[in-house]
């Protein structure tokens, strides 16, 4: 886990704008991707030196990128279904997911 990081691999959490549930599988320090991807795709501008998740997005197949301010924790407690998460976690335990090991 990254030390300034709100959030850890194997946490559940809200996205505020978009309004998906998600969980945690990578944690970046700051923003990892091309300036051109953040012009398309970054919209509301986040920072991009502070954290920065892949996230698995619970009833998808699809993983997002998320800047730390856009995210909450989400208190539902319940598992997330997506395709990945037997690759990525190991077992889900009160409201929180368990890697077997380094999951990258």
């Not at 709100?6 to 944690?27: A, E, M, N, P």
């Amino acid at each position: 886990m990254t030390a300034n990081a709100q959030f850890s691999i194997g946490d559940l959490v809200h996205h505020k704008l978009f309004d998906y549930r998600g969980v945690i599988v990578d944690v970046d320090s700051h923003l990892m991707l091309s300036d051109e991807w953040y012009e398309t795709v970054a919209r509301s501008r986040p920072p991009k030196d502070q954290p920065w998740y892949r996230v698995l997005v619970h009833d998808a197949i699809h993983e997002t990128y998320v800047a730390e301010r856009n995210l909450e924790a989400d208190s539902s407690g319940e598992p997330v279904r997506h395709p990945l998460i037997q690759t990525c976690f190991s077992s889900f335990s009160d409201g929180h997911y368990l890697t077997a090991g380094r999951v990258n």
